[in-house]
């Protein structure tokens, strides 16, 4: 995990150095070839680093919504291994659904929401509630395009059959 932080850090820090790069080689060509473009290409520079400044902005914002989910998450995981009630885990993953975001976030390659889906349909089967399971698997499989989640499906559908 902390080399995850780091890689993040060191993309952040590239970002600035190339664009303090690009501005000093703008000011050296703009003043060895005698153009007064000084004004101009101060304006453009601004703007390219108040996009730089937005898209950060926008990056460290969708991270936070991942992090608050992915927390919410694992605390119903933990809460559902302390409990071992069904009912309550699959309505609080629900909830964790609901979270402003989740719709754009990819766990895994799989998107968030059909992570869930493979996650109630594991925890029913689990659970010993296979015909539930069954339904939710078989609406998952007409819902769910990824190649890596229909590969998921396809293995709890699997491990159905076994339990059948």
């Not at 600035?16 to 007064?36: E, K, Q, S």
């Amino acid at each position: 995990m902390n080399a995850h932080k780091n890689k993040g850090a060191l993309g952040i820090l590239s970002l600035i150095l190339w664009a303090a790069l690009l501005t000093v080689i703008a000011r050296i060509l703009a003043h060895r070839g005698g153009w007064d473009f000084s004004g101009v290409l101060f304006k453009v520079l601004l703007w390219v680093m108040l996009c730089i400044a937005a898209f950060f902005c926008w990056w460290i914002f969708t991270g936070l919504r991942l992090n608050r989910f992915m927390k919410r998450l694992d605390k119903a995981g933990y809460t559902y291994l302390e409990t071992h009630d069904v009912d309550a885990y699959l309505r609080e993953i629900d909830t964790c659904c609901e979270m402003p975001g989740v719709k754009s976030f990819v766990l895994s390659g799989i998107p968030a929401r059909d992570y869930v889906m493979i996650l109630k349909i594991r925890t029913l089967r689990e659970a010993g509630r296979g015909e539930d399971a069954l339904a939710l698997l078989e609406a998952a499989q007409q819902s769910m395009k990824g190649e890596k989640a229909q590969l998921l499906l396809r293995a709890e559908e699997e491990k159905l059959g076994e339990q059948s």
